[in-house]
């Protein structure tokens, strides 16, 4: 399979084929092609087995933690983690271990959105 298609068909297991069609239609219109780039991407990097699905949105989620700029991202990111049955406990503890890394302030912030989407099916 082509890492394109790969792509496209991993971001639907993620997000739900109406979320991928929404953003591809977006990058479409702002410009042509660069969805392309975001499956592909996501074909190529997702397709290496060494790391299991949950450990690899554990780990963007505390990247995109870290930019504090990413919130629809991580939020797309974090239900995600909920479909894969990543617990809440397990992202929290995930995110304060963060803290020494990346500051009280940010890790603050970042449980309680956590808790904002867990609690809330946002």
């Known amino acids: 399979m082509d890492k394109i298609a790969e792509g496209k068909r991993t971001l639907e297991h993620l997000f739900g084929e109406e979320s ?5 239609t977006k990058l479409e ?44 991202q991580l939020k ?20 304060i271990h963060l803290t020494m890394y990346i500051g009280f302030p940010t890790v603050i912030n970042a449980l309680m959105f956590v808790d904002e989407i867990y609690d809330n099916n946002i």
């Not at 991928?20 to 591809?24: A, D, L, Q």
């Not at 239900?79 to 990543?86: D, P, R, T």
């Open 29 to 72: 219109n702002i410009k042509p092609g660069y969805s392309d780039y975001m499956f592909y991407s996501y074909g190529e990097f997702y397709s290496d087995q060494t790391i299991d699905l949950k450990t690899k949105e554990l780990l963007i989620v505390t990247c995109l933690i870290t930019q504090k700029n990413a919130f629809p």
């Open 20 to 24: 991928c069609k929404n953003i591809s």
């Open 76 to 95: 797309a990111h974090l239900n995600s983690c909920k479909k894969l049955g990543i617990t809440k406990n397990e992202i929290c503890s995930s995110i």
